[in-house]
């Protein structure tokens, strides 16, 4: 059975930072692009970046380029998501996804990531 | 990277039809074959419902179809019933390995 779990949100200060990450389980990681997607209180899903199996290739919303980095450790099956100088407006809920067959198709319970003083 | 846009509610009472619009651009919809919908119950995790426009993942009942014409993709969902009830997005590649969303529908069973 596929398993994506999530761990690491909280709460964070306005320009702070946060690293998430994601468990993978129950299929070949390395095999797979993973993403992460987000999505804030009341609202509607949003890509935010994308990494190749190998990790040798990172793909990024334009809002997190050049303050989130998407790592992957493929020995340990893990995801991560480096968030650096965080704003209210990155607060959300994190989903860590696979992606397969132009798709995503397996997605974690979330994390949730409160930017607040 | 505008989002997709999507009505914001649709409806019908059990055993009717709904259809729920999904538009883009000839940068995104209109520009390639992959376009997947999404159902997402309160407090869930989305789950993947069509990919590829019109496929189905196993497990996925036949009641959930999907189609495209230019930059709007739609799903239908056929047989309505209470369980349907959730918010639907859809989600199309666009290009140089970026993704987009749609807006996101609400729909109700009456």
């Known amino acids: 059975e596929v398993q994506l779990v999530e761990s690491g949100g909280g709460l964070v200060q306005p320009g702070g930072s946060l690293r998430l990450s994601c468990a993978a389980s129950?299929?070949?990681?390395?095999?797979?692009?993973m993403t992460w997607v987000r999505q804030a209180p009341g609202k509607g899903l949003e890509w935010v970046a994308h990494?190749?199996?190998?990790?040798?290739?990172?793909y990024y919303v334009d809002s997190a380029e050049g303050r989130f980095t998407i790592s992957r450790d493929n020995a340990k099956d893990s995801l991560y998501l480096q968030m650096s100088s965080l704003r209210a407006e990155d607060t959300a809920v994190y989903y860590c996804?696979?992606?397969?067959?132009?798709?995503?198709?397996?997605w974690g319970q979330g994390t949730l990531v409160t930017v607040s003083s | 990277q505008s989002a997709l846009t999507q009505p914001p509610s649709a409806s019908g009472s059990p055993g009717q039809s709904v259809t729920i619009s999904c538009t883009g651009t000839?940068?995104?919809?209109?520009?390639?074959?992959?376009v997947s919908w999404y159902q997402q119950h309160p407090g869930k995790a989305p789950k993947l419902m069509i990919y590829?426009?019109?496929k189905r993942p196993s497990g996925v009942p036949d009641r959930f179809s999907g189609s495209k014409s230019g930059n709007t993709a739609s799903l239908t969902v056929s047989g309505l019933q209470a369980e349907d009830e959730a918010d639907y997005y859809c989600?199309?590649?666009?290009?140089?390995?970026?993704?987009?969303f749609g807006t996101g529908t609400k729909v109700t069973v009456l």
């Open positions: 996804v696979r992606h397969t067959d132009w798709s995503f198709d397996y």
């Open positions: 129950g299929f070949t990681f390395s095999r797979y692009w």
């Open positions: 990494v190749k199996p190998d990790g040798s290739e990172t």
């Open positions: 000839s940068s995104d919809v209109g520009g390639y074959n992959h």
């Open positions: 590829e426009v019109t």
């Open positions: 989600a199309s590649f666009a290009g140089s390995r970026q993704w987009v």
